[in-house]
């Protein structure tokens, strides 16, 4: 898998407690790799412009701030993504849960100024929420990257939100409740990057406290966890084994992963199933909505056909009425009894 084992740092409370994990989902193109390696400070995640993915796998990069805390950036693949089939979105989703470990901490939609918000990632997010449940929200933030672009046209971020701003984006906006951070990742001014990346963790430390300084999980971390901790444990009951030659213990080992590697893959298989039940149950969902927005549609056109129909009849009347007080006024001028 990607970045960091799933073995790795299950058992130090003290590193998890003090970490925090942000998850970057978005098109690709949108700017994840660089805003992750603004977040880090460093470049560590491959980062090019470019509309296709420059990601090939979920990873995870950390570092530590000055002030002793530890972030962890996990980068994926453009996740949800309508190209990608579910086999490969679920093996990504499972190294996200992996890599991630006792939870998420904040969920970064990265969207870019520099292009137009698309149904397919309202579609991707409603998918995203569908999947996780709608207690994801909570802990999204919105990160639009191309703040260089925006000051070089003497604009603010309110100012892009405030014209043409997408209704289903600006439903997202909402949803999460306005939280919105804007990202510079081309600058070389170190003030800026470091209050940009100041200002995307307040929010991440507003989030713990709203949510009772817990992270997000579900059932697929408590697995995934609950597996991982299990193989380590046997690990050490092996090496406390008296009596065994290294290569019986080396034996062992292998056993206890090869059964370790058959549960990812029970996990794996299982939110792939999910996913595929999402998709469709959403499928169906836009489908009726569609169904309903045209019927909706022919109704108005019939109401303004009917409408278009009595308006043409009161102009015939009222030209029939002009014509007629026409006739009338030359009659009189002419002295004639327009009565008879």
């Known amino acids: 898998m990607g970045g960091n084992s799933i073995e790795d740092d299950w058992d130090f409370p003290s590193l998890s407690n003090s970490a925090r994990t942000v998850l970057l989902v978005g098109r690709a193109g949108n700017g994840k790799s660089a805003t992750g390696n603004s977040i880090l400070g460093k470049k560590v995640f491959k980062s090019k412009p470019s509309f296709a993915s420059v990601t090939s796998t979920t990873e995870m990069q ?52 520099r292009s137009r918000f698309t149904r397919e990632e309202a579609t991707s997010l409603n ?59 081309k600058t070389r001014d170190e003030a800026i990057k470091g209050r940009q990346r100041q200002k995307l963790l307040d929010m991440v430390e507003m989030i713990m406290l709203e949510n009772g300084q817990q992270p997000y999980t579900d059932s697929i971390f408590k697995e995934l966890k609950k597996g991982a901790m299990k193989l380590r444990q ?21 056993q206890m992963h090869k059964s370790h590697e058959v549960q990812l893959e029970r ?22 909505e569609h169904a309903a927005r045209l019927k909706a549609e022919e109704k108005a056109l019939a109401d303004r056909g009917k409408s278009n129909d009595e308006i043409r009849k009161l102009r015939e009347n009222l030209e029939k009425a002009r014509r007629e007080t026409e006739d009338l006024r030359k009659a009189a001028e002419q002295g004639r009894c327009s009565i008879l």
């Open 62 to 113: 950390s570092t530590m701030l000055k002030d002793g805390q530890v972030v962890n950036v996990i980068d994926t693949i453009g996740l949800f993504d309508p190209v990608l089939e579910s086999e490969v979105i679920g093996k990504e989703i499972v190294k996200c849960v992996d890599l991630a470990k006792d939870g998420i901490h904040a969920i970064l939609l990265v969207v870019s100024v």
């Open 127 to 185: 998918i995203l929420q569908t999947f996780f449940g709608p207690k994801i929200i909570d802990y999204m933030i919105v990160v639009f990257t191309g703040g260089d672009e925006l000051e070089e046209n003497d604009e603010t971020l309110d100012d892009y939100l405030s014209g043409e701003c997408p209704e289903p984006l600006q439903k997202i906006l909402n949803s999460c409740r306005g939280r919105h951070v804007l990202f510079d990742n």
């Open 234 to 254: 046997q690990e050490k009951d092996v090496d406390s084994l008296e009596g065994y030659t290294k290569q019986e213990i080396a034996n062992l080992k292998e």
């Open 267 to 288: 996990i794996t298989e299982m939110v792939e199933s999910k996913l595929r039940e999402t998709t469709k149950k959403l499928e169906e969902q836009l489908a009726e």
